[in-house]
Nanobody
Framework: QVQVVESGGGLVQPGGSLRLSCAAS????????IGWFRQAPGKEREGVSC????????YYADSVKGRFTISRDNAKNTVYLQMNSLKPEDTAVYYC?????????????????????????WGKGTLVTVSS
């Protein structure tokens, strides 16, 4: 079965850290760009961070730049999102999505800015709650 599954969410105090994982099954992530997206209650989905498959280009939303780090471990078929200095406004359901390389694939910045529109595979999300 082809799918991506997120894990690692939970409740954390402001200033704390979490590491989210996006594990792929049924396909190899090597040839896929990956994005992390989030959706807070009452808000639209937004791109958090995206990473290309080939050259490792990354993009971060301004709201998370300097606090979040995206990385990929192709050997484990997993992409991670390390989240530090978490703020209450980071509270959301976090989703990962995978998009297979193709000639018309947008650059990672556009992929994130477009909130993952058209990406191939989506997980069901993991809830991150930042609260004291």
């Amino acid at each position: 079965q082809v799918q991506v599954v997120e894990s690692g969410g939970g409740l954390v105090q402001p200033g704390g850290s979490l590491r989210l994982s996006c594990a792929a099954s049924g396909f190899t992530l090597d040839y896929y760009a990956i994005g992390w997206f989030r959706q807070a209650p009452g808000k639209e989905r937004e791109g958090v961070s995206c990473i290309s498959s080939s050259d490792g280009n990354t993009y971060y939303a301004d709201s998370v730049k300097g606090r979040f780090t995206i990385s990929r471990d192709n050997a484990k078929n997993t992409v991670y999102l390390q989240m530090n200095s978490l703020k209450p406004e980071d509270t959301a359901v976090y989703y990962c999505a995978a998009d297979k390389n193709h000639p018309s694939q947008p650059p990672v910045q556009a992929m994130c800015v477009m909130a993952g529109y058209g990406m191939d595979y989506w997980g069901k999300g993991t809830l991150v709650t930042v609260s004291s």
